[in-house]
T-cell receptor
Framework: AQSVSQHNHHVILSEAASLELGCNYS??????LFWYVQYPGQHLQLLLK??????LVKGIKGFEAEFIKSKFSFNLRKPSVQWSDTAEYFC????????????FGKGTRLHILP | GAVVSQHPSRVICKSGTSVKIECRSL??????MFWYRQFPKQSLMLMAT?????????EQGVEKDKFLINHASLTLSTLTVTSAHPEDSSFYIC??????????????FGDGTRLSIL
């Protein structure tokens, strides 16, 4: 069955710490991968996406993610987090063709201590 | 089990038909629900924010008369695509959560509705 797994449900870091949020997927065929962020009380916003090409994708706000096909992973990273990064982060996957139903991970709640 | 139930999962209908999509929160009360659409090979796009007991807030470029949103109770929001045309064919998904004074309620997604207009 198609699925997305986010390893950490809740992460707490201090400002300036480095961040890596894990995401693994189980999906047959070629995929498109996304990371979304939801700040408290707001809707989802796209951080970055991977469709093809360079597996290291750079997004907004200093975030990046690396698609490792052999590991079915698309981990999100940021070298130095800020208090304003406190939010919930969702990894998502769709097929690159045909049925484009999006599948979300359960989310990782990130809390940055000032 | 599912926390948000979205129905139907797939709709195929003729041009000019109106289609209603329901989004129900099963285990909690949702004062706010979000409606998104996704075109192939694109990311989610927020269409509107549905607020219980008041008018929905639409994003720029989204026709409020075409995409009618009703949030009459704390557990149900509906999106009606009126007089649908082939360009409305897309994947529609609802979500709840992220609310509360601290925005600390969990986010839950419906399974989505694939709308195909012939």
């Amino acid at each position: 069955a198609q699925s997305v797994s986010q390893h950490n449900h809740h992460v707490i870091l201090s400002e300036a710490a480095s961040l890596e949020l894990g995401c693994n997927y189980s999906y047959g065929g070629t995929v498109n991968l996304f990371w979304y962020v939801q700040y408290p009380g707001q809707h989802l916003q796209l951080l970055l996406k991977y469709f093809s090409g360079d597996p290291l994708v750079k997004g907004i706000k200093g975030f990046e993610a690396e698609f490792i096909k052999s590991k079915f992973s698309f981990n999100l990273r940021k070298p130095s987090v800020q208090w304003s990064d406190t939010a919930e982060y969702f990894c998502a996957v769709t097929s690159s063709g045909g049925d484009d139903k999006i599948i979300f991970g359960k989310g990782t709640r990130l809390h940055i201590l000032p | 089990g599912a926390v948000v139930s979205q129905h139907p999962s797939r709709v195929i209908c003729k041009s000019g038909t109106s289609v209603k999509i329901e989004c129900r929160s099963l285990d909690f009360q949702a004062t706010t629900m979000f409606w998104y659409r996704q075109f192939p090979k694109q990311s989610l796009m927020l269409m509107a924010t549905s607020n219980e007991g008041s008018k929905a807030t639409y994003e720029q470029g989204v026709e409020k008369d075409k995409f009618l949103i009703n949030h009459a109770s704390l557990t149900l929001s509906t999106l009606t695509v009126t007089s649908a045309h082939p360009e409305d064919s897309s994947f529609y998904i609802c979500s709840t959560g992220g609310q509360g004074s601290l925005g600390n309620q969990p986010q839950h997604f419906g399974d989505g509705t694939r709308l195909s207009i012939l």
